[in-house]
């Protein structure tokens, strides 16, 4: 099982964030995320659009912006020049590192996003960690709920029922791709769009997906 320090590249890391991946074990990064923004102070230095709703303490730094009917459900702390787009939804304690981007309909619960980390359309990231330059192609889902028990990673109990992906530095994960709970990948992984994938990936793999497309000549045409 990878480390959080063979995950994420601390050098890329904004030095208030660094401690939160002081944990060997990445899943226990998210108990660091809990404290983390447990003492988040509110403060508005980036720009708040007047259809968003910002609830609870919110630290929002300068460059940062919160698009149209989004929703900011504090505590939150969003660096610079980060990005919350139309319609989004952070909720549940999120962390949202300098120039991540969490873009149209996509809603975040309990997650950190490293530095350039983005969810730009459509996606669904739970209890997940998302390391530095990763890309969530459109309508990509990070399960995080396991039915019946407790997640396991690569064998070891985690005690929780609910985690997400723990995905490592520049991994690219393709459109409509769903992440089962417990996944991790290591860093500069592709996987291919519409792939269901469990378990955990190496760094530098090519995770592919070929479904089976059946083309016959119609016998209605005019």
């Given at each position: ?103 149209h309909a996509s809603e975040v619960k309990r997650s950190l996003l ?64 769903v992440l089962a709970p417990g996944t991790i990948v290591g860093r ?35």
């Amino acid at each position: 099982m990878p480390t959080s320090a063979e995950l994420f590249d601390l050098d890329r890391v904004p030095a208030p964030l660094r401690s939160l991946l002081a944990p060997e074990r990445p899943w226990e990064v998210l108990a660091a995320l809990d404290g983390f923004v447990a003492a988040v102070e509110d403060g508005r230095a980036g720009t708040v659009h007047p259809t968003a709703i910002v609830e609870g303490p919110v630290h929002l730094a300068a460059g940062a912006a919160i698009g149209p009917f989004a929703w900011v459900r504090g505590p939150a702390w969003i660096g610079r020049d980060a990005q919350v787009g139309h319609g989004a939804l952070l909720r549940g304690g999120c962390v949202l590192a300098d120039g991540a981007t969490v873009g149209h309909a996509s809603e975040v619960k309990r997650s950190l996003l490293l530095a350039g980390a983005a969810a730009p359309h459509f996606a669904y990231v739970g209890d997940s960690v998302l390391g530095s330059g990763v890309n969530l192609g459109a309508g990509t889902k990070l399960a995080n709920v396991k039915t019946g028990g407790t997640v396991r990673v690569d064998g070891q109990d985690t005690g929780l029922r609910k985690l997400g992906s723990l995905i490592g530095d520049d991994v690219f994960v393709g459109c409509n791709a769903v992440l089962a709970p417990g996944t991790i990948v290591g860093r500069r992984t592709v996987i291919y769009a519409g792939a269901v994938v469990r378990g955990t990936m190496g760094p530098d793999r090519i995770v592919k997906h070929r479904p089976v497309v059946d083309v016959v000549e119609r016998t209605d045409a005019s």
